[in-house]
């Protein structure tokens, strides 16, 4: 069974720096594009950041040049550090496949940016 569990969120200024966390449990891990989806409320769920198995990065226009995903394969982990935070980049942060799979929405962690 495959779980998802992220961490790292919390308050932070505008213009700081968070560092998430996504660990997976399963074997989807090593073969899977995974990403990190964002959903602000009142809004959809969007996908900021992806990271492929062999570590190729793709950013939502948004983040780029500010967000950085990157994955430890030995930890089954997927990691997003976030840099020069905004007041827009406040949201719940998930991490999935992607494209995402259903059964494997997580609880997500909570970013809040204070202007």
């Known amino acids: 069974q495959v779980r998802l569990m992220e961490s790292g969120g919390g308050l932070v200024q505008a213009g700081g720096s968070l560092r998430l966390s996504c660990a997976a449990s399963?074997?989807?891990?090593?073969?899977?594009?995974m990403g990190w989806y964002r959903q602000a409320p009142g809004k959809q769920r969007e996908l900021v950041a992806s990271?492929?198995?062999?570590?190729?990065?793709n950013y939502a226009d948004s983040v780029k040049g500010r967000f950085i995903i990157s994955r430890d394969s030995a930890k089954n982990t997927v990691y997003l550090q976030m840099n020069s935070l905004q007041s827009e980049d406040t949201a719940d942060y998930y991490c999935?496949?992607?494209?995402?799979?259903?059964?494997?929405w997580g609880q997500g962690t909570q970013v809040t940016v204070s202007s």
């Open positions: 399963g074997n989807i891990f090593k073969i899977s594009t």
């Open positions: 990271i492929t198995a062999l570590h190729n990065t």
């Open positions: 999935n496949t992607v494209p995402g799979t259903l059964a494997y």
